[in-house]
């Protein structure tokens, strides 16, 4: 396998373990750092249809990215039931990395 990127690694580490993230996760997954397409518009022309249906959901996930955070540090200890329980749900048992 040869990633050009972290998202496209944990796409294709998600799409291998089968992982049960519906189409829109793993799209938002993969995309999400894809700033020319979903922000500028860029690379349009090569959208098939399935892309153009995805594109509000990668969208949509981009307002929760690196660049949207807090200057105030979240209380990991709080949060950690709810994302590990999504952990949990969404990549159970052991990864094949």
Do not use: A
Request: with cysteine; hydrophobic share 30%; glycine share 4%.
């Amino acid at each position: 396998m040869n990633c050009s990127s972290s998202v496209e690694y944990l796409y294709q580490v998600m799409k291998f373990n089968k992982c049960p993230i519906p189409e829109e996760g793993l799209y938002m997954i993969r995309f999400h750092s894809f700033y020319p397409w979903h922000t500028h518009g860029n690379y349009m022309h090569l959208c098939n249809e399935k892309d153009l249906k995805m594109l509000p959901w990668v969208k949509e996930f981009n307002k929760f990215d690196l660049y949207t955070k807090s200057t105030d540090l979240p209380d990991v200890e709080q949060l950690k039931p709810y994302y590990q329980s999504l952990i949990d749900k969404y990549c159970p048992g052991v990864l094949s990395w």
